[in-house]
């Protein structure tokens, strides 16, 4: 796999990766890849890495490692792990189930207002397959692209207050379920009952940088039995 | 002899954290680092007592707390001088103590800095959540239970021990004086080649004043604005200190708390050994920044970490 790579320091225990490709499925599996090969090579030096979509920013100890051999290092390891993974990706690929419905997502109206039926709206957003971009914003939150074009649409003028847990939702070309509740500005088209972020578990997240994900459309019964909740109580 | 021994809350006052040095090797789930947004006077306190810069502190900011000493200790206080007393009588900042049972802690309001770290011998005995203690409510983890702050009536425990009755104290040269004008050091990051000279030129050459939009999460400047590229960056990890420019064109210098990735454009990050003093910094408090050396802040800070053992 050839894609042009450069290490830079950003600070005195901070490099950035960046990677010289556009964010794509692939790119974001080899970002992926990569650092979960850093995060286990790199024990006593490191104590950070995060991905995003074509960058890894590496927050290490640089008494413990001079960054005269840390910057080599890092090149060498992102040159042969680009050389010996395969070109297609091996990524995993995640199930989540959403309840595509006005009790949970008050902004389907913003597209049944334009004409579009919310089966139309269920079949845009649950046929595809989105990729794991980056995590970030809140715990466990994650961006999900590429959303289909007519689903496209920015975020809030003024961010809500609150949002319910769960809550799955598209701002521009990207998609996210909030994994916790939070303010946020994000269209809520749905909900997913599943307890996304555990941090009590071995499991902390069903996903990472790379992960395909696919919703599958449930109705109000397996919502409920799955344990979500309608609280309609977004503001 | 009973083990565990306590004390407690009896006001929080604005803001009591416990913190340790923070949460590691999670940021790639979107959770942040928390811990001591001022490192120096927490790793002060700690060493004064001889613990392991791992060793759980309280980070009371604006003071008017105060604690309740259900059994002998010895404890330290550093950073901020929030007017600390024990009995109503005035404690020695960045200095160890001894405190019998009974007697009352309490913090006024501060007199110079805004935080002030209060250490035990031998740390808080609390239950990590994620490897750390550190208190990150926006992530629900650390403190007594999930992100919890301290509230009224909480307990702490800590191991008994013996109580020294000399204070350790730290000798006067290291001592900084919080309400001066900031003049911090900048490691310019690759995005500073987006920026226009005349932007960066203005950069360093004016001031800026602590805005009162400031937390654990970050610090807004205000009294001059930054016009920022014209470019869009994806959102990418982002370094503790790092100087975001967002569209209204008034830094944000981001602290622990922040959040893990952001897009905004950067012009670099606050040195390191900056950054306690702009986390003691209050509304109004100016600013400088001034062209900082890699090497040469790689070199300070390092000779920091190993004496307090980071």
């Not at chain 1, 225990?13 to 650092?35: D, H, K, M, N, Q």
């Not at chain 2, 340790?20 to 790793?43: C, E, K, N």
């Not at chain 2, 009995?87 to 960045?94: I, K, Q």
Request: hydrophobic share 35%; with cysteine; net charge negative.
């Amino acid at each position: 796999m050839n894609i042009e790579t450069t290490v830079d320091p950003v600070a005195e225990c901070s490099v950035l990766i960046r990677f010289e490709a556009e964010p794509s499925p692939t790119l974001s599996w080899v970002i992926g890849e990569i650092s979960q090969y850093l995060r286990n090579q790199l024990g006593a030096w490191v104590m950070n890495v995060t991905p995003s979509f074509n960058t890894i920013l590496i927050d290490y100890l640089p008494h413990r490692i001079s960054i005269f051999e840390f910057i080599p290092y890092l090149e060498k390891i992102v040159t042969q792990s680009l050389l010996h993974l395969p070109d297609q990706p091996e990524a995993e690929l995640v199930e989540l189930p959403v309840f595509y419905h006005p009790d949970v997502a008050p902004d389907l109206e913003l597209y049944t207002s334009s004409g579009m039926s919310i089966d139309e709206i269920v079949t845009l957003h649950s046929q595809c397959e989105y990729t794991v971009g980056a995590i970030g914003f809140t715990a466990g939150f994650a961006f999900l692209t590429e959303v289909d074009q007519r689903l496209q649409k920015p975020r809030r003028s003024s961010p809500r207050v609150k949002v319910a847990k769960g809550s799955v939702a598209i701002a521009n070309n990207q998609t996210a379920i909030y994994p916790s509740e939070s303010p946020g500005g994000w269209n809520i088209i749905g909900n997913c009952p599943i307890n996304l972020y555990n941090p009590n578990s071995s499991n902390i997240l069903p996903f990472a940088i790379g992960t395909r994900i696919k919703f599958r459309p449930i109705q109000r019964d397996e919502f409920i039995e799955l344990g979500g909740t309608i609280s309609k109580e977004w503001q | 002899m009973n083990l565990r021994s306590t004390i407690t809350v009896i006001k929080p006052g604005q803001q009591s954290l416990l913190q340790d040095f923070g949460r590691f090797g999670l940021a790639h789930f979107g959770i942040t680092q928390g811990g001591p947004v001022d490192d120096y006077a927490y790793s002060w306190a700690n060493h004064l007592l001889g613990n392991t810069i791992n060793s759980p502190t309280i980070e009371i900011t604006l003071g008017q707390a105060e604690f309740q000493v259900n059994h002998h200790c010895e404890m330290a206080i550093a950073g901020g001088d929030l007017n600390a007393k024990l009995d109503g009588v005035p404690l020695s900042n960045w200095s160890t103590f001894s405190a019998r049972q009974g007697q009352v802690l309490s913090f006024g309001l501060p007199k110079n800095g805004l935080r002030s770290y209060l250490a035990i011998k031998g740390g808080f005995e609390i239950s990590p959540e994620l490897g750390s203690c550190a208190t990150v409510t926006r992530d629900g983890l650390g403190g007594l239970n999930q992100g919890s702050k301290l509230n009224v009536g909480d307990e702490l425990s800590f191991s008994s021990h013996l109580v020294t009755k000399k204070p350790t104290q730290m000798t006067f040269r290291y001592k900084p004086d919080y309400d001066l004008t900031l003049e911090l050091r900048v490691i310019e990051g690759y995005q500073v080649n987006h920026f226009s000279q005349e932007q960066l030129d203005n950069f360093y050459a004016k001031e800026f004043e602590v805005s009162q939009f400031i937390d654990r999460m970050g610090y807004r400047l205000c009294g001059n604005r930054i016009q920022p590229p014209q470019q869009e960056f994806l959102s990418e990890g982002i370094a503790l200190g790092a100087i975001q420019i967002p569209p209204n064109g008034e830094p944000i210098i981001l602290l622990n708390d922040r959040q893990t990735i952001g897009g905004y454009p950067k012009l670099g990050c606050v040195a390191r050994i900056d950054l306690p003093r702009l986390a003691q910094a209050k509304p109004g408090q100016k600013v400088r920044f001034v062209r900082g050396d890699l090497l040469g802040l790689q070199d300070v800070w390092g000779q920091w970490a190993r004496y307090f053992g980071y």
